[in-house]
């Protein structure tokens, strides 16, 4: 699988096993290690067991992961996944870090995946230049930087760097938006909210938080079918 994926050289590459139950074994692969939690190839690969027929439509998808049980559903156009909330634990952020992002955050923590630091604003997300080895000095998978939106139809920004999981900014993170959403539900007082990813492709995320889950949706589109030999 880890071969696979480095061949892929995509963020993430998932592998789906079927069960006797019903469910699948899902795992997630970057180009260089595995991961344990992914939201755009569990999205992806529900979206594929739909399309094929696999799954009837009206089925909800159910996944065996590093992270627990995942479910996705259909709902009103969208693709809507059931993941647990990583919340953060606010924590003095490392010099290496800070200088590593040249910013200046007003918040930082961490969870058992990943830095996030809240900074000034979206601007500041956008203006991110980040020096890649310090952020791989710092250890863990990655680091999320964000703050609240200024665009329009956005209650957040944020972009995501993990180069130790061989990602060095991924266009679009829906693991990083179950720290995200928690975060921004309990500042701004809201329980939905929409995110935008603002890497180079960029990309929109709604969030619902629920107790000790977060509801994340998106939609999906085939572009490519292929054999490996």
Same mark, same amino acid.
């Given at each position: 699988?880890?071969?696979?994926?480095?061949?892929?050289? *995509?963020?993430?590459?998932?592998?789906?096993?079927?069960?006797?139950?019903?469910?699948?074994?899902?795992?997630?692969?970057? &180009?260089?290690?595995?991961?344990?939690?992914?939201?755009?190839?569990?999205?992806?690969?529900?979206?594929?067991?739909?399309?094929?027929?696999?799954?009837?439509?009206?089925?909800?998808?159910?996944?065996?992961?590093?992270?627990?049980?995942?479910?996705?559903?259909?709902?009103?156009?969208?693709?809507?996944?059931?993941?647990?909330?990583?919340?953060?634990?606010?924590?003095?952020?490392?010099?290496?870090?800070?200088?590593?992002?040249?910013? !200046?955050?007003?918040?930082?923590?961490?969870?058992?995946?990943?830095?996030?630091?809240?900074?000034?604003?979206?601007?500041?997300?956008?203006?991110?230049?980040?020096?890649?080895?310090?952020?791989? @000095?710092?250890?863990? +998978?990655?680091?999320?930087?964000?703050? !609240?939106?200024?665009?329009?139809?956005?209650?957040? *920004?944020?972009?995501?760097?993990?180069?130790?999981?061989?990602?060095?900014?991924?266009?679009?993170?829906?693991? @990083?938006?179950?720290?995200?959403?928690?975060?921004?539900?309990? !500042?701004?007082?809201? &329980? @939905?909210?929409?995110?935008?990813?603002?890497?180079? +492709?960029?990309?929109?995320?709604?969030?619902?938080?629920?107790?000790? +889950?977060?509801?994340?949706?998106?939609?999906?589109?085939?572009?490519? +079918? @292929?054999?490996?030999?």
């Amino acid at each position: 699988m880890q071969a696979v994926a480095a061949e892929m050289n *995509v963020a993430e590459t998932a592998f789906l096993v079927p069960r006797a139950d019903g469910a699948y074994d899902l795992r997630w692969f970057t &180009p260089t290690v595995e991961v344990d939690l992914c939201g755009h190839a569990t999205l992806g690969s529900a979206h594929v067991l739909w399309e094929t027929g696999t799954l009837p439509a009206s089925a909800r998808a159910r996944f065996h992961t590093k992270s627990g049980e995942l479910g996705a559903w259909r709902e009103n156009g969208m693709i809507r996944m059931d993941f647990p909330a990583e919340r953060v634990v606010e924590a003095p952020a490392p010099v290496g870090l800070v200088a590593g992002l040249g910013v !200046k955050p007003l918040f930082a923590g961490k969870n058992r995946m990943d830095w996030l630091l809240e900074v000034a604003d979206e601007a500041a997300v956008r203006g991110v230049v980040p020096t890649l080895p310090a952020i791989v @000095a710092v250890g863990g +998978r990655g680091v999320i930087v964000t703050a !609240k939106a200024s665009s329009s139809g956005y209650d957040f *920004v944020s972009r995501f760097f993990a180069p130790a999981a061989g990602v060095d900014e991924d266009p679009v993170t829906g693991s @990083a938006h179950c720290a995200l959403a928690p975060y921004w539900a309990a !500042k701004l007082g809201k &329980p @939905a909210l929409t995110g935008y990813q603002a890497s180079r +492709r960029g990309g929109t995320v709604h969030c619902r938080v629920e107790r000790d +889950r977060v509801v994340l949706g998106g939609t999906a589109v085939t572009v490519l +079918r @292929a054999e490996l030999l």
